[in-house]
């Protein structure tokens, strides 16, 4: 499974206005749940919000990765956000943060292929010149490009 099979373009705003963690959760979840990916997006945004309380998903880099493992995630899926200006990611370490990634899990049994994706893209995260590059990116061919 690649990138380009788990965010589609709808899912996908490098415009980001909202200068708040919840905000910009609210607003990227929104996204899954137009696409149809999350079935309920405040019970999603409850199953987020507990994995943002066990540690932070503030990576450095000014990159965050949110993400939560729920029943009310249909699909695998990811929203990727991203600001015009710091926003600081209400945690323990308060990085500042500008490129969100949230992934979308669905809460199954089987959800190994899930997480070796997630491991994957977390992966690329450690390099300095990619996630320079997803701060500069323009659209959501230059963001899978560089992801993949």
């Known amino acids: 499974m690649s990138i380009r099979n788990i965010v589609s373009n709808d899912c996908i705003n490098l415009d980001i206005k909202s200068m708040t963690k919840k905000e910009i959760l609210e607003d990227m979840i929104e996204m899954l749940y137009t696409k149809g990916v999350?079935?309920?997006?405040?019970?999603?945004y409850e199953d987020v919000c507990l994995r943002e309380n066990e540690g932070s998903t503030a990576i450095g880099n000014y990159i965050a990765i949110p993400h939560g493992n729920s029943t009310y995630v249909t699909k695998l899926s990811i929203a990727i956000g991203r600001t015009n200006s710091d926003v600081y990611w209400e945690d323990e370490y308060n990085f500042p943060v500008r490129f969100i990634?949230?992934?979308?899990?669905?809460?199954?049994e089987d959800s190994k292929d899930e997480l070796r994706i997630m491991a994957k893209i977390c992966r690329k995260l450690g390099n300095d010149d990619l996630c320079k590059g997803l701060l500069e990116s323009k659209?959501?061919?230059?963001?899978?490009?560089?992801l993949s």
């Open 38 to 44: 999350v079935s309920d997006k405040n019970k999603f």
């Open 101 to 108: 990634i949230l992934f979308a899990i669905p809460n199954t």
């Open 139 to 146: 659209n959501y061919k230059e963001v899978v490009e560089i």
